[in-house]
């Protein structure tokens, strides 16, 4: 594929969404549209009266062409964010022709009608062969136009959109306005000269962190850096023109970046620069392929004479496009836009205001259940049982805020604001007029029961009542309510305040505005919320079970834990099974277990010693006072040995690929069970949650994703295998089964 035409599927993202869109379930850029677009004749009634001068030319179906004076006037109007669809390459191809061509035109200005200047490349091209002309085609004309071309800004000029920009000879921008590639999020590389272009402009520094972060800078920023000319007010075009004006009276040279050299020739010959920002970023960009070449293109930027560096930044472009981990986060850039989709229940579906909220439990989720609502500034109450308990909880959620702000994330006013959207008290008379209710108690059916039984009768008529359960059945709690039809699960993730995934479990008598309420209120707290079904674990803790059951088999039958756990970070996951229970606390499980009369040999036994993990010291592996890394320890490998000696296994000598495949092959298993059930409404909303909730790596696309480039087949016919020497565990699904056979996917990719 040509990079020339491909600008990557930029990135409209939800920061620019307003409130009320983001609110609404289902839409995704694909079919949002958040202002109407304009018919050409509301335009002209728009400007002012036509003059001889002022004539508007359509140039393509989304660009225009105006004359204001001597200044030509090209305007993008490609709603929503204004993609470089082909339309908009073509229009902007032939405007230029015919700006330059006119001898009336001094200068051009490139502006956007709506609410932002290009915002990246238009997703429903993606994946599709390339249309004319290229982006590169487009920028050369603009880079090389014989009358200066002025990019005049405002929203955010993202990834195709931000290159478009840096060819024009001057920027311009409005003060709220953002610019940024973002290409590294989807695996990519600005493939238009965004690498060779930018670090001119901005210096080399500026550029790697641009560019491998993927984040946006804000006008002041970017007016500091150089990157625009200067900040304007006032009506836009009108200012861009003005501009224009200044720079054809002062007959200030044409500025192309690609002749600029003096910021770039500053870290000529410093290779330490580039080693330094690569050791820097090491432990954020582990695994992913992207990072890597990007600080390349840039190094080519500095090394290599323009054209050289384009060509560089092309090969580089194209080893990503055709990487396996660029495939896996462009599929989950769709996934997440799809997890918000419910069939049944549209986007346009009204949903309960939400002004109020309040949960019941300041605990370890609690607490961090009230901080997302008033991060969001929605005012929460939190009840508990006894003071002392409310004062420790929200006590918790102060310090946590403080070391936010010790770390220069949050100032101390905004900590003050937030605990001030923060209540506590003991009289639950107070929550109601709440809107919603979370609902964050011990994990005791009967106590659950007691508290929505008793919600039930003090909150106002319409409130929706959600439950945090990890584990019980939603249904059977809003049996003790006369209101099913509002009751939910809210399923957030542990730290709650941090976590980004919600899993929204939508109860058998669930009402369709209530699971679209706790959709939008989800989104409004910036989780990523993924509709599922009642079942016991839902989706991820399901499948969770299910690695930990085989996790616990590996260590008996030779593996030892740090062993395991390094398979699962050296795939790219942040923590082993192992390490992860000694952080969680391996007593929680223990008493489960023990409450229900079921057994897991090496974990009861290391229980039994006081080793419940990191809080204690030790648990699966020692702890150095005051250090979190895990170290392994002979004491347990003892236990260990011992175990499986009593349970008459042998132990031998394991390898990594049969590790890695005993651990997730049987999350797959079940996630296709949850699919057949019917708990998941689609194989990637199992993926979503994965990245999200359990810190699957993104560059691997989740469990089903994984799953399809494995192939189908080798995962069934390996477990059918296994199935002989490990028992009915390992029967595949029936879905597995049948996609296999008929050499389909999960997830279509
Ligand atoms: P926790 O023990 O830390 O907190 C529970 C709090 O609820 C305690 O402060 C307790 O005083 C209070 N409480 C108990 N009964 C109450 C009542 N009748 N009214 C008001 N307050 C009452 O527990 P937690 O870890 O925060 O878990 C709470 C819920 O969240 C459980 O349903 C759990 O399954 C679920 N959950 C926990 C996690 C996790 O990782 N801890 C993750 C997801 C979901």
Not at 346 to 364: C, F, H, M, W, Y
């Amino acid at each position: 594929m040509d990079p020339g035409s491909y600008e990557g599927p930029f990135l409209t993202d939800r920061p620019a969404r307003s409130r009320e869109e983001k609110d609404q379930p289902g839409n995704s850029y694909l079919s949002a549209s958040p202002f109407p677009r304009p018919g050409k004749a509301l335009i002209m009634a728009a400007l002012s009266p036509l003059t001889e001068e002022r004539a508007m030319t359509a140039i393509s179906q989304s660009v225009d062409l105006d004359r204001r004076g001597r200044i030509a006037v090209l305007t993008v109007n490609n709603p929503p964010v204004n993609a470089l669809s082909q339309h908009v390459r073509q229009g902007l191809r032939d405007g230029l022709k015919q700006a330059a061509a006119d001898a009336g035109v001094a200068a051009i200005v490139i502006t956007c009608a709506g609410r932002t200047f290009i915002a990246g490349a238009d997703i429903t091209e993606f994946g599709k062969p390339p249309k004319e002309p290229g982006l590169h085609e487009v920028l050369d004309l603009i880079e090389g136009s014989p009358k200066p071309v002025v990019a005049a800004i405002h929203g955010t000029a993202l990834g195709g959109g931000l290159e478009v920009t840096l060819a024009c000879h001057y920027r311009v921008g409005v003060k709220a306005a953002r610019f940024g590639l973002p290409e590294v999020k989807l695996g990519l590389l600005p493939g238009a000269g965004g690498t060779q272009r930018l670090p001119r402009v901005v210096g080399v520094p500026k550029a790697l962190s641009m560019i491998v972060s993927g984040d946006p800078i804000g006008a002041d920023e970017a007016l500091k850096a150089g990157l625009i000319d200067e900040i304007v007010d006032g009506d836009l075009t009108a200012a861009g023109v003005a501009f224009a004006e200044k720079i054809v009276a002062e007959k200030r040279p044409l500025k192309k970046i690609r002749d600029l050299d003096d910021k770039i020739a500053a870290v000529r010959g410093k290779p330490e620069v580039f080693a330094e920002f690569r050791k820097s970023v090491a432990r954020q960009t582990r695994g992913f392929r992207a990072p890597e070449n990007c600080i390349r293109a840039i190094e080519a930027a500095v090394d290599l004479p323009f054209d050289q560096g384009l060509k560089r930044e092309r090969e580089l472009f194209q080893e990503l496009m055709t990487s396996p981990e660029s495939k896996a986060q462009r599929y989950f850039f769709f996934a997440e836009r799809e997890a918000a989709k419910i069939p049944d229940v549209p986007g346009d579906t009204q949903s309960r205001e939400i002004k109020k909220a309040a949960v019941l439990g300041a605990g370890t989720m609690g607490g961090g259940i009230a901080m997302n609502f008033a991060n969001a500034g929605i005012p929460v109450t939190v009840v508990e049982v006894a003071q002392d308990a409310l004062d420790r909880g929200l006590g918790v959620v102060r310090k946590n805020y403080e070391a936010t702000a010790s770390r220069g994330r949050l100032t101390m006013p905004d900590v003050e604001k937030r605990m001030g959207l923060i209540s506590g008290t003991t009289d639950w008379s107070k929550i109601a007029d709440a809107d919603i209710v979370v609902e964050a108690v011990f994990e005791e059916m009967p106590i659950k029961k007691e508290v929505f039984a008793k919600i039930d009768k003090i909150c106002k008529p319409g409130a929706v009542l959600a439950s945090n359960t990890s584990t019980l059945d939603v249904d059977e709690i809003a049996s003790a309510t006369k209101r099913p039809e509002s009751v939910i699960g809210m399923h957030f993730f542990s730290p709650a305040n941090v976590m980004r995934l919600l899993e929204v479990v939508r109860g058998e008598k669930s009402a369709k505005d209530v699971v679209a309420t706790a959709m939008s209120v989800g989104r409004r707290i910036a989780k990523v919320p993924v509709c599922v079904g009642v079942c016991y674990g839902f989706v991820g803790n399901r499948m969770l079970h299910q690695r930990g059951r085989e996790a616990e088999k590996l260590i008996l039958e030779g593996a030892l834990p740090h062993k395991v756990d390094k398979v699962l970070t050296d795939f790219g996951f942040p923590m082993g099974p192992f390490a992860m229970g000694d952080l969680a606390g391996l007593d929680v499980g223990w008493r489960i277990r023990k409450g229900k009369g079921v057994k897991s040999a090496v974990a009861d036994r290391i229980c039994e010693m006081g080793r419940f993990g990191q809080k204690t010291g030790a648990g699966y592996f020692r702890y150095d006072k005051g250090d979190r890394t895990p170290i392994p320890d002979p004491d347990v490998e003892k236990i260990i040995v011992e175990v499986a000696s009593e349970m008459g296994i042998t132990r031998r000598k394991i390898g990594d690929d049969e590790i890695l495949a005993r651990l997730l092959y049987p999350m797959v298993n079940e996630g296709a069970k949850i699919l057949e059930e019917k708990i998941a409404i689609r194989a990637s909303d199992i993926d979503v949650i994965w990245v999200y909730g359990y810190g699957w790596p993104v560059y691997r696309g989740g469990p089903m994703f994984w799953a399809d480039q494995v192939g189908l087949k080798t995962m069934r016919d390996r477990m059918q295998e296994w199935r002989k020497t490990q028992g009915e565990d390992w029967k595949p699904a029936p879905l597995l089964d049948r996609l296999a056979t008929e050499g389909k996917t999960f997830t279509g990719a």
